[in-house]
């Protein structure tokens, strides 16, 4: 004779009260989700009609590849007209996601060690600029940077430049600083919580050991820390990698133009729909082993805390 | 020890009554060798990184109140872009204030279908614990993560070429800001899950409560600052979000602040009153902020762990 408790029962009768209430999220997921990306394949692979509209390949057996190739011919082959964006994105990427991290790791450490009762008041000035809108902070600058702006009146005060530069017609450097400028504050409170979680105990047994304070950095909290770092780059690394605004505002010429000014190019070009589709798509599979570790190290963190 | 005497003895040389010896003639130590100096430099680090954070932005307010056209040079004290010109001043300009009411008019709809939605979810998933459920957290974390371009080409490609029925335009823009945003509240409330437990629930259902009774009634008030904490970052993110909007939204009259400004700053001849709505909507992500953090700090008091940090980093979602 088998009994079950009233606990028991009641778990077990009850369980499809939980499918009720992840239903609406699930249905928004795959309408708004799952969906939309199964369009975005069956435009890349399908055709356009005679007025330049596109006729996406809703079955799968009808899809084509021929999208797919002359992208990659765009990409590698003779006469590869979006070879350079590419280059150019990873390029202003990498460097704008290491000028962030050395200016973002510092300032994360100094507020989690040394800020000591003023702790509040720096993390307050850090997330500051977290609820200003990216684009009134990109506003700022290009309020600064125009010819007749503060950043050319300062060089010029200081005998730096004998003309006033123009910051805003297609320069590398000005994009790569909106970038970095664009993306920092995010950085910083990944790299702020992931210090801010190293057991202090550890260093001061570092201390008591011996080890000098840069000694205790380099062999205790630095590597202790390595995997907030990759977080934290991918955290900045993945927008900027689809971001075209920040180029748009700062420089509009094709000189600097990255991946993602071309996909908004092709979005609003009738026509060019299908080959827009495919390039995202192209970039989705370029940026997927960068996500999937991001996924799996978000997986890793809710179990540590489980 | 006698490193500290000599420091000590060496500070103060013309005491009453201090004869150079051997031993006070060692030299104070510099101020590098102090195992518990301030780190100065990294101070001034940070300050200058503080300055070149914040500094723009601040002029970039100021010259909302510029008295003449220029956005790059200070000509005096006005409230001509807010309220004067008759022209290009937020109240008198329908392009200024319908873009402000647009971006109100979002993160008001988009916060109140986003943030039930999510939570919802979260408790679903994290309770049901079945293949379904399992894979479907994981769609929502690999949504969290896909970059927002090619999100929005996504979004953009499945309005204009499979759901024609709703136009591009608001609710277009509402469904695309929900789907992007649904998981804050669901990463949330799931970690507030994991760390509240299952005991709660029990103690409910042997008391007698049915399931949806133990969700009503002991869940969701312990669950009050995790789902307001989300709502506030799902608002703030509205004000913020520029892609989703830019590809979504049709025509000037559904253009949220983030594409006006965007559209109109380069060769556009506005002048400040892009600083002004930027400064309002700059106002009201602060309004909210602090509204958030105090609501939040008044949820959890007496709870174990609760101080300003916390509470600031649940209203930024660190």
């Keep these: 004779m088998s009994k079950t408790t009233p606990k028991a029962r009641n778990t077990r009768e009850q369980r499809w009260v939980w499918g ?4 609406p999220g699930i249905v928004t997921l795959i309408v708004l989700f799952v969906v939309p990306f199964y369009v975005v394949i069956a435009i890349a692979a399908g055709t356009l009609d005679i007025f330049e509209s596109p ?11 021929g999208n797919f190739t002359s992208i990659f011919g765009d990409l590698v082959g003779r006469g590869a007209f979006i070879g350079p964006e590419f280059v150019r994105t990873v390029v202003y990427v990498v460097i704008a996601s290491l ?9 994360a450490y100094f507020v989690t060690r040394w800020a000591g009762r003023r702790k509040v008041m720096f993390l307050l000035l850090l997330i500051a600029p977290f609820w200003v809108s990216y684009m009134m902070r990109m506003l700022a600058w290009i309020d600064l940077l125009q010819t007749n702006g503060y950043v050319n009146k300062v060089l010029g005060d200081l005998h730096l430049t004998s003309q006033p530069v123009n910051w805003l017609g297609g320069k590398a450097s000005t994009v790569i600083l909106g970038l970095v400028y664009g993306y920092i504050p995010y950085l910083i409170l990944v790299l702020y919580a992931g210090l ?17 304070r840069w000694r205790t950095f380099m062999r205790i909290t630095l590597p202790l820390s390595r995997q907030t770092i990759m977080t934290g780059m991918l955290v900045t690394a993945l927008p900027m990698m689809g971001d075209y605004f920040t180029n748009q505002l700062l420089s509009a010429t094709p000189r600097t133009a990255m991946i993602g000014n071309l996909i908004d190019g092709q979005l609003s070009t009738p026509g060019l729909l299908p080959q827009g589709s495919a390039l995202s798509l192209l970039l989705l599979v370029v940026l997927l082993p960068l996500m999937i570790y991001y996924v799996l190290q978000t997986y890793a963190a809710s179990g540590r805390a489980a | 020890m006698a490193v500290d005497t000599a420091v000590r003895t060496g500070a103060s040389p013309s005491g009453p009554g201090a ?6 003639t060692r ?53 001509r872009w807010y309220l004067t010109d008759p022209i290009n001043s ?27 939605l999510g939570v919802a979810f979260a408790i679903g998933i994290n309770r049901w614990r079945t293949r379904t459920s399992t894979t479907f957290n994981f769609v929502m974390i690999v949504s969290f993560v896909v970059p927002e371009l090619i999100f929005g080409v996504a979004l953009f490609s499945v309005f204009s070429q499979l759901y024609t029925s709703i136009k591009l335009g608001t609710w277009a823009e509402v469904l695309g800001l929900v789907i992007w945003n649904i998981s804050w509240p669901a990463i949330i409330v799931v970690a507030r899950l994991v760390s509240i437990g299952p005991s709660f629930e029990e103690a409910a259902a042997d008391l007698g409560a049915s399931r949806f009774e133990a969700v009503r009634r002991v869940l969701v008030p312990l669950l009050a600052p995790a789902i307001f904490a989300s709502a506030v970052l799902v608002f703030a993110g509205v004000i913020d979000d520029f892609v989703i909007v830019d590809l979504l939204s049709s025509s000037s009259a559904t253009q949220p602040v983030s594409v006006l400004i965007y559209s109109t700053t380069r060769g556009g001849n506005n002048g400040p009153a892009l600083n002004a709505i930027a400064t309002i909507m700059l106002v009201v992500s602060l309004i909210v902020a602090t509204l958030g953090y105090f609501a939040y700090r008044w949820m959890t008091r007496g709870e174990r762990g609760a101080n300003t940090q916390d509470a600031l980093a649940n209203i930024t979602g660190m």
Excluded at chain 1, 99 to 107: E, G, H, Q, R
Excluded at chain 2, 19 to 24: K, R
Excluded at chain 2, 91 to 104: E, F, P, R, S
């Design chain 2, 27 to 79: 030299r104070r130590l510099p101020p590098w060798h102090n195992p518990w100096r301030h780190a100065w430099f990294l101070e001034g680090f940070t300050w200058l990184y503080l300055i070149w954070s914040i500094v723009p932005i601040g002029l970039a307010v100021l010259f909302s109140f510029n008295k003449g056209k220029s956005q790059s040079a200070w000509q005096g004290f006005s409230l």
């Design chain 1, 196 to 212: 801010d979680r190293i057991d202090q105990r550890l260093l001061e047994a570092g201390r008591d050991l011996g080890l000098n």
């Design chain 1, 55 to 65: 006729v996406p390949a809703w079955n799968p057996l009808h899809w084509r590849a």
């Design chain 2, 19 to 24: 004869t150079i010896t051997p031993a006070t």
């Design chain 1, 99 to 107: 000028l962030s991290l050395v200016i973002a790791y510092p300032t």
């Design chain 2, 90 to 116: 937020v109240l008198h300009g329908a392009v200024y204030h319908q873009a402000v009411i647009q971006t109100l008019r979002l993160s008001a709809l988009t916060t109140v279908i986003t943030v039930p």
């Design chain 1, 20 to 23: 009720l209430f992840s239903g």
